[in-house]
């Protein structure tokens, strides 16, 4: 059975760190692209980061600079390493797999599309 699994939410204050997990089990990481979204109180989903299967690296501009995407193959996990949090950054994280390898980035770099497989979400809050 094909599963991602998100971990390591929780409450930080604003400018503090925070990696969160997506960890996967009935198949293997490395051929898939892995994009994480969040979905803020009130907003819609959109597209964080995305890891293409040749390691290609996407950051949607609110983010770029302050968060890094990973993959431990050995481990099967993909990381998203969230620093200078802020109260803007609130909302659920969810990872989710594209069969095809790419990151389909659409909405002007808002949003990643062709994803297969998705989480259930970590909940991420930055509040002091």
């Known amino acids: 059975q094909l599963q991602l699994v998100e971990s390591g939410g929780g409450l930080v204050q604003p400018g503090g760190s925070l990696s969160i997990s997506c960890a996967a089990s009935?198949?293997?990481?490395?051929?898939?692209?892995i994009g994480w979204f969040r979905q803020g109180p009130g907003k819609e989903r959109e597209g964080v980061s995305c890891?293409?299967?040749?390691?290609?690296?996407h950051y949607a501009d609110s983010v770029k600079g302050r968060f890094t995407i990973s993959r431990d193959s050995a481990r099967n996990t993909v990381y998203l390493q969230m620093n200078s949090l802020k109260p803007e950054d609130t909302g659920v994280y969810y990872c989710?797999?594209?069969?095809?390898?790419?990151?389909?980035?659409?909405?002007?770099?808002?949003?990643?599309?062709?994803?297969?497989?998705w989480g259930k979400g970590t909940l991420v809050t930055v509040s002091s």
């Open positions: 989710a797999a594209a069969g095809s390898g790419w990151c389909t980035v659409v909405d002007g770099g808002g949003h990643y599309a062709g994803m297969d497989y």
């Open positions: 890891i293409a299967s040749s390691g290609w690296r």
């Open positions: 009935g198949f293997t990481l490395d051929y898939y692209a």
